[in-house]
């Protein structure tokens, strides 16, 4: 596998990694001038339903992602986002857009 694809493959086995978050939340229009997104809409963009997955189970998944990034925002993550717990909105900063 060549070099480059060697880290495109390591950030689809990490969500959580931090050019992929930027991807999504350009891909969402986050930007500085607009709305920032909570991170409920952050980890439900994240995660995708399974066939034949129950709403209960991925709606866990939802809450198990949404605590994987109030945990990140505070390390690899930070600058990302502002606020704290419950209130904690997504959004890029000006040199990312």
């Given at each position: 596998?060549?070099?480059?694809?060697?880290?495109?493959?390591?950030?689809?086995?990490?969500?959580?990694?931090?050019?992929?978050?930027?991807?999504?939340?350009?891909?969402?229009?986050?930007?500085?001038d607009n709305v920032p997104f909570?991170?409920?809409?952050?980890?439900?963009?994240?995660?995708?339903?399974?066939?034949?997955?129950?709403?209960?189970?991925?709606?866990?998944?939802?809450?198990?992602?949404?605590?994987?990034?109030?945990?990140?925002?505070k390390s690899k993550l930070?600058?990302?986002?502002?606020?704290?717990?419950?209130?904690?909105?997504?959004?890029?900063?000006?040199?990312?857009?």
């Amino acid at each position: 596998m060549p070099p480059g694809e060697t880290g495109a493959c390591l950030r689809v086995l990490d969500p959580f990694d931090r050019q992929n978050i930027v991807h999504v939340l350009r891909q969402l229009g986050a930007t500085a001038d607009n709305v920032p997104f909570s991170t409920e809409a952050l980890a439900t963009t994240l995660t995708d339903q399974l066939a034949g997955e129950s709403q209960e189970v991925y709606s866990a998944r939802v809450k198990a992602n949404e605590k994987a990034l109030r945990v990140l925002a505070k390390s690899k993550l930070r600058g990302l986002c502002f606020g704290q717990g419950v209130g904690l909105k997504w959004v890029l900063p000006p040199d990312q857009i």
